[in-house]
């Protein structure tokens, strides 16, 4: 799962902890992940989970979920042992009722009036944070390596704290662009407001969206835990603005070409003075000659744009999460990735979506073995330690059990 650190030593304590005096110099050694299923036997899955979500109209979605996860945990091995997972769709239902709650009143409310849409948002942003705890909790809780069960840290207070700063920033830009826009001359402040608040909006979300990803991904991956083993996530707020920038660059170079294919396709069917009711072959000569926009908006985003972004986002995270025990590297590739994304797509839209079984487990197996595991103490020395913590720590247990599962 993920790299793993030592909690610190008690206060006032200076006693060195038994892992790493254990560890000693020891040279890292390496372990690749696995992953076992194919295509074809969770297309069976998949194929069944449809048709039942579909005929109950969305109830059975726990129990779709819990065998998919069942499927791939099952099917990937850690060290020699695969994962498990132990989630009781009942208890999944509730939190899949609870968002499906949330959503249709919050769709209501806004309805109603956009003073009722706003509350509800307020409120549905004031419960996410707990939200999103609870569900870090309840996966964790849920899945077991060689008989362990996982366990999350993290409090409370400190997911909210994911949120409140830069809802506080946003807030803090909005407030500032509405004293500006005071001083603007009457008339040209209800020409400009509308346009400067869609501006600013838009701007600032994309300003804030890699400080918000930072936040969430550093919340994750410092509170796993097995055991006494926790991990710990030392990437900057500047390793993943560089992504996201790089990702903007890469778009704008790629919608740039795009946009110039499509003037030329333009220039060509303009030319061809097309009269006010084109008979059908003509129409069918411009769709077919507007194809390749198509295609090349589909490449754009879906094989060059989102590969790139997924891939470097993925090595980031895994790499930076670790200590000196045990950590966690990602060696993924994106030309790999994008050569897979197309693969995926062309075979996705050639089959009307009955490829999409087989592309899910293709993806996973890129992204899971692309993940080398480096330890500094032997598999079963861990795992013997984190039996004797687990055995100590049963409150912490009990609390990590009482998560609800929102898909998070």
């Not at 600032?204 to 083993?229: D, E, F, T, V």
């Not at 129409?283 to 390749?292: E, F, G, N, T, V």
């Amino acid at each position: 799962m993920n790299q793993l650190r030592l909690p610190g030593p008690p206060a006032g304590g200076m006693t060195a902890s038994p892992f790493i005096s254990a560890m000693g110099a020891r040279p890292a050694s390496l372990h690749t992940i696995h992953f076992t299923g194919s295509g074809s036997e969770y297309f069976r899955i998949w194929v069944v989970n449809l048709l039942l979500t579909l005929v109950t109209l969305g109830l059975y979605y726990p129990w779709a979920k819990a065998r998919k996860l069942r499927y791939f945990y099952g099917n990937t091995f850690v060290i020699g042992h695969p994962l498990g997972f132990h989630g009781n769709p009942r208890q999944m239902l509730r939190g899949f009722l609870l968002v499906s709650l949330l959503m249709v009143l919050y769709g209501v409310a806004g309805r109603v009036s956009p003073v009722s849409g706003a509350v509800a948002g307020l409120i549905l942003a004031a419960l996410w944070p707990a939200l999103l705890r609870s569900s870090l909790q309840f996966r964790l809780s849920q899945t077991s390596w060689r008989g362990l069960r996982f366990h999350f840290t993290g409090s409370l207070k400190s997911a909210y704290m994911v949120f409140l700063n830069p809802m506080l920033i946003g807030v803090g830009v909005m407030m500032l662009s509405g004293i500006l826009m005071a001083f603007l001359p009457r008339d040209l402040g209800k020409a400009v407001v509308p346009m400067v608040l869609s501006v600013v909006m838009v701007l600032g979300s994309l300003a804030l969206a890699p400080y918000m990803i930072w936040r969430i991904k550093r919340y994750q991956h410092a509170h796993y835990a097995l055991g006494q083993l926790q991990t710990t996530f030392k990437a900057t707020y500047r390793n993943v603005l560089a992504i996201f920038l790089k990702t903007g660059l890469l778009t704008l170079a790629a919608a740039t070409g795009l946009v110039l294919v499509g003037g030329l396709l333009g220039s060509v069917l303009g030319g061809g003075h097309m009269a006010p009711r084109p008979d059908p072959k003509q129409l069918l000569s411009a769709m077919s000659m507007m194809l390749p926009v198509l295609a090349g908006y589909i490449l754009l985003t879906q094989v060059i744009v989102a590969p790139y972004f997924s891939v470097h986002l993925q090595n980031l995270v895994w790499t930076q999460t670790g200590n000196r025990v045990v950590r966690f590297k990602s060696h993924l590739r994106w030309s790999d990735m994008a050569g897979l994304a197309l693969k995926n797509w062309l075979l996705i839209m050639l089959t009307f979506g009955l490829y999409w079984p087989f592309a899910a487990v293709a993806l996973a197996r890129a992204r899971l073995q692309a993940i080398v595991i480096h330890t500094r103490q032997d598999p079963d020395t861990l795992v013997g330690q984190a039996r004797q913590a687990c055995a100590n720590a049963t409150g912490d247990l009990a609390a990590d059990l009482a998560g609800i599962d929102l898909g998070l």
